[in-house]
């Protein structure tokens, strides 16, 4: 196990501020979502991170650690909550300002950038340790492919609520 840290100090900070702050603006923020429809995008924020960061910083690629040692710690859950609100107001956004056609393509390189920022911030505070071979430029793509997705996902929903909830879902 490697240990990085053993302070209680500006990555756990970082974690506890964003998901605070994040959640306190989605609660004040006027409701465009249904709350099912709000929590779906919101965990599907989460599901993206968690997927992510335990595609790329586990066995067999290990190529980073998150917070203050290699092992799992309760922090770390604490890191994934903190993508949730993320999620929900990329999407939030989108719908609010009625994103269509080609104006997804900047968005989406838009939020990607955003991301790519709030990535190289928790670099710095040491929310990521990026020493075992990892470039932050390698996440650009994922964010670009984790953004389409859950657009996709969101046009799933709506196309599904449509055609009506009570009817089987074909596949």
Request: charged residues 15%.
């Amino acid at each position: 196990m490697k240990v990085y840290d053993t302070a209680f100090n500006e990555n756990e900070w970082f974690v506890i501020i964003s998901i605070i702050v994040m959640n306190l603006a989605i609660w004040f923020a006027p409701k465009i979502f249904s709350k099912l429809e709000g929590v779906g995008y919101y965990i599907f924020g989460i599901y993206i991170g968690l997927f992510y960061d335990h595609t790329l910083s586990i066995k067999p690629w290990d190529f980073y650690d998150v917070n203050d040692n290699s092992s799992y710690q309760f922090i770390d859950f604490m890191s994934y909550i903190m993508y949730g609100p993320y999620g929900y107001f990329f999407l939030y956004f989108y719908v609010k300002w009625n994103i269509r056609g080609l104006k997804i393509i900047p968005y989406i390189l838009l939020w990607s950038t955003i991301s790519l920022l709030l990535e190289w911030i928790g670099l710095k505070v040491g929310l990521f340790h990026f020493d075992k071979g990892y470039k932050m430029y390698w996440s650009f793509p994922i964010y670009l492919l984790s953004q389409t997705m859950i657009i996709v996902f969101y046009h799933l929903s709506i196309r599904h609520e449509k055609t009506g909830n009570n009817q089987k879902t074909q596949l």
